[in-house]
C-alpha cells in the first residue's frame, strides 16, 4: 500500500501563474517532508523541506504548506517559470536521516 | 563542493550477467542510501548505510542484490543474475547522518538487461 501518493501524475500551467503540486500521505508518524524535482536523466534536486512542527516553509518562489490532520503537503510555485517544468516528487520520513518514502511523481509543464 | 558522483551513467547488459554500480558521496556525509526507479514509478528505497552500523538491507528486492561501503564513503551496489525486471534508474544518496536533513542525489545509472 503506498504510503505517499501524488494523485495528479500530470498537470500544465501558464507562465507566470501559480502551480500548486499536492501530495497526501497515510503515516502519522512521519516527521519531515521534502520535495525534490527531478529533470530527465538527472538525479532527483532537492528543492524544499518541512518539519511537522511547522505548518509552512518559504523559500523564494517556493512554499510548501503542511496539513497534518488532513496528512496532506503541498508545494506553491509563484510565479511558474518555463524552466520549472520537471517532474516533482514528494517525500516523507519517518524520523530523520532513515529511507525517504517517495510518491510516484507529478510531471508539471509550465507553457510559455 | 563535489555533489554526488555515480558510475557507469548507463550500462547495458546481459540476461544472467552481474554488475556493479558504484557510488561517490558527498565528502563528510555518512549515511548512504540506494534507491531505483522503475519505469512509471516513484523512488523504491533498497539498502542504507549509517556510519559505521550494520546497513538496512530491508529493501533488497531479491538475494541477488547486494551492497557494501568501503571506509566509510565510496558504495558499491551489486547485481547478480541480472534479470530484465532489474532494468531501472540506480539512484545513490546522501546526508549528514547527524539530524533531520535531506538526502543529495547523484545523477544516477540507468541499467538495462538484454
Known amino acids: 500500500d503506498q504510503q505517499v501518493k501524488q494523485n495528479s501524475p500530470s498537470l500544465s500551467v501558464q507562465e507566470g501563474r501559480i502551480s500548486i503540486l499536492n501530495c497526501d500521505y497515510t503515516?502519522?508518524?512521519?516527521?519531515?517532508f521534502l520535495w525534490y524535482k527531478k529533470y530527465p536523466a538527472e538525479g532527483p534536486t532537492f528543492l524544499i523541506s518541512?518539519?511537522?512542527?511547522?505548518d509552512k516553509n518559504e523559500d523564494g518562489r517556493f512554499t510548501v504548506f503542511l496539513n497534518k490532520s488532513a496528512k496532506h503537503l503541498s508545494l506553491h510555485i509563484v510565479p511558474s517559470q518555463p524552466g520549472d517544468s520537471a517532474v516533482y516528487f514528494c517525500?516523507?520520513?519517518?524520523?530523520?536521516?532513515?529511507?525517504?518514502?517517495f510518491g510516484k511523481g507529478t510531471r508539471l509543464s509550465v507553457i510559455a | 563542493g563535489a555533489g554526488v558522483s555515480q558510475s557507469p551513467s548507463n550500462k547495458v547488459t546481459e540476461k544472467g550477467k552481474d554488475v556493479e554500480l558504484r557510488c561517490d558521496p558527498i565528502?563528510?556525509?555518512?549515511?548512504l542510501y540506494w534507491y531505483r526507479q522503475s519505469l512509471g514509478q516513484g523512488l523504491e528505497f533498497l539498502i542504507y548505510?549509517?556510519?559505521?552500523?550494520?546497513?538496512?538491507k530491508s529493501g533488497l528486492p531479491s538475494d541477488r542484490f547486494s551492497a557494501e561501503r568501503t571506509g566509510g564513503s565510496v558504495s558499491t551496489l551489486t547485481i547478480q543474475r541480472t534479470q530484465q525486471e532489474d532494468s531501472a534508474v540506480y539512484l545513490c544518496?546522501?546526508?549528514?547522518?547527524?539530524?533531520?536533513?535531506?538526502?543529495?542525489f547523484g545523477p544516477g545509472t540507468r541499467l538495462t538487461v538484454l
Open positions: 544518496a546522501s546526508s549528514l547522518g547527524l539530524t533531520k536533513g535531506p538526502q543529495y
Open positions: 503515516n502519522s508518524m512521519f516527521d519531515y
Open positions: 518541512i518539519s511537522s512542527i511547522k
Open positions: 517525500a516523507a520520513d519517518l524520523t530523520g536521516n532513515t529511507p525517504l518514502v
Open positions: 565528502s563528510g556525509h555518512t549515511a
Open positions: 548505510f549509517q556510519g559505521n552500523s550494520a546497513p538496512d
